[in-house]
């Protein structure tokens, strides 16, 4: 079955701490992949995605994310964290030439320490 | 240009009663697509409709929802005879092409049934 697992439910760094969150996908074939971003009461904010080519994808606000194949993995990274980027982080896939039916993770809540 | 804009923002029913969801997609998108997110989980998509049609229900519940996107005017989301275990945040994304690479979400609609 097709699902998205992000295993660290709750993460606290302190400002300007590294990032990396985890995303771990099942799926028939390569996916596109996806990170959003969802601050409290707001909808969801595309941080970057993966389509081909090189495995390291850069998105805003200064994220990457790399995909590993043989890992199904494609975590995200941002080597100093900003008070600013408390929020929500979703990983989602989605199959390629599909009609845009995205899998969704259930979401790392990211608190950011003084 | 402005984004995906939903209304009401948040809802109160109490059950049994309608509750009606709008979601204009941005300037240019005929796609769009709906996802629930009940607490503590990742988006589950419910369906997907260009103007006229419904492309994918898949993931919408077999009774009491429905939805459409007519020629002119917002898209709808209608829940009847609402229960409690509909109480969720309620997300529209809207794309220019039938794909998953361009989806842009709005801002959601929290529905509470009481």
């Known amino acids: 079955a097709q699902s998205v697992t992000q295993p660290d439910i709750h993460i606290t760094v302190s400002e300007g701490a590294s990032l990396e969150l985890r995303c771990n996908y099942s799926?028939?074939?390569?996916?596109?992949l996806f990170w959003y971003v969802q601050s409290p009461g707001q909808g969801l904010q595309l941080l970057l995605k993966?389509?081909?080519?090189?495995?390291l994808v850069q998105g805003i606000k200064g994220f990457e994310a790399e995909f590993k194949r043989s890992q199904s993995s494609f975590n995200l990274r941002k080597p100093s964290v900003h008070w600013s980027d408390a929020a929500e982080y979703f990983c989602a896939v989605g199959a390629r030439g599909s009609q845009g039916n995205l899998i969704f993770g259930k979401g790392t809540k990211l608190s950011v320490k003084p | 240009n402005a984004g995906v804009m939903q209304n009401p923002r948040h809802l109160v029913r109490r059950r049994g009663q309608e509750a009606r969801l709008r979601c204009s997609p941005m300037?240019?998108?005929?796609?769009v697509y709906w996802y629930r997110q009940l607490p503590e989980e990742g988006l589950k998509f419910m369906v997907y409709l260009q103007k006229e049609n419904i492309i994918d229900e898949s993931g919408m519940p077999k009774e009491r929802f429905s939805a459409e996107f007519p020629k002119e005017g917002p898209s709808i989301l209608r829940i009847q005879q609402v229960v409690r275990g509909d109480s969720a945040a309620y997300f529209c994304?809207?794309?220019?092409?039938?794909?998953?690479?361009?989806?842009?979400f709005g801002p959601g609609t929290r529905l509470t049934v009481l």
């Open positions: 994304a809207s794309s220019p092409y039938e794909s998953t690479d361009t989806q842009y």
């Open positions: 993966y389509f081909s080519g090189d495995t």
């Open positions: 799926y028939g074939a390569t996916p596109y």
């Open positions: 300037k240019g998108h005929s796609h």
